[in-house]
């Protein structure tokens, strides 16, 4: 059995977030999707509202409450939060307010160049080492090009690998996910998601060839999956 895994999602909670934490749940879960992170852009009740509908309804998706945070280069994701994080801290700053609160460090979109939200890039490969995962496929990444340089770094960092949907609309709601044999909980998450680990002596040829994991993407080049298994 898979279980999928979106990571990365927002909802009206955020200024531009369109969606209602109800309709998130509901349509990731019409999509297939078992495990919703939950990120809205620096506000936390959208999160806290999807913890309360999943906990409430077993037909609803489970949900990682998190936060998109605006640190002062750039966006980052904390996972399995407790609280909402300030925006506008340094990325050090905004690290350490995650882990204070045993949360996981997400460090989404990487080499965006078209967001102005995106991580500066002088800061990428130190604060890469302090991540536990980094994104490696954006349902909203318009050039292909920019994820795969996203492989790369989590292969240099040794981070894990990470993909979300950073679905704002009904439509982008389960485009990407990772999919795992096992549903995790907040203990086994990142035992589970290092099945996704790249081989480190592997170039990512046959990094994405190997049984780690394997791409697909569907007819419409907007909907990219990555399976891990």
């Known amino acids: 059995m898979r279980f999928r895994l979106d990571l990365h ?3 009206n909670a955020s200024a531009d977030g369109l969606l209602s934490p109800r309709r998130l749940l509901e349509l990731a879960g019409a999509r297939g999707i078992d495990l919703v992170g939950v990120t809205d852009h ?3 009740a959208g999160a806290e509202e999807c913890v309360r509908l999943s906990q409430e309804d077993p037909r609803l998706p489970r949900v990682v409450a998190g936060q ?3 640190t002062s280069s750039g966006e980052l994701i904390g996972l399995y939060l407790t609280e909402r994080i300030p925006e506008g801290l340094s990325p050090e700053q905004t690290t350490a307010s995650i882990r204070a609160q045993g949360g996981l460090v ?3 979109h990487p080499y965006d160049s078209h967001r102005r939200s ?6 990428l490969e130190q604060l890469a080492r302090s991540c536990d995962l980094i994104e490696v496929r954006n349902g ?6 920019s994820d795969r340089e996203a492989l790369a770094l989590a292969a240099r960092s040794g981070a894990l690998l990470g993909a979300g949907s950073d679905a704002h609309y009904a439509g982008e709601v389960g485009r990407v996910y990772v999919e795992l044999t096992e549903l995790p909980s907040r203990e086994t998450f990142l035992r589970l998601m290092r099945l996704a680990r ?3 002596e592997a170039g990512l040829r046959d990094t994405l060839r190997s049984r780690a ?6 007819a419409n080049k907007a909907r990219r999956f990555i399976h891990l298994v």
């Open 9 to 11: 999602n927002h909802t």
């Open 42 to 44: 620096d506000q936390f």
């Open 68 to 70: 998109e945070i605006t």
């Open 106 to 108: 997400y460090l989404p």
């Open 118 to 123: 995106t991580m500066k890039r002088q800061y």
């Open 140 to 145: 909203r990444m318009l050039d292909p090009a």
């Open 198 to 200: 790249p081989v480190p």
């Open 213 to 218: 994991y394997r791409w697909r993407t569907g």
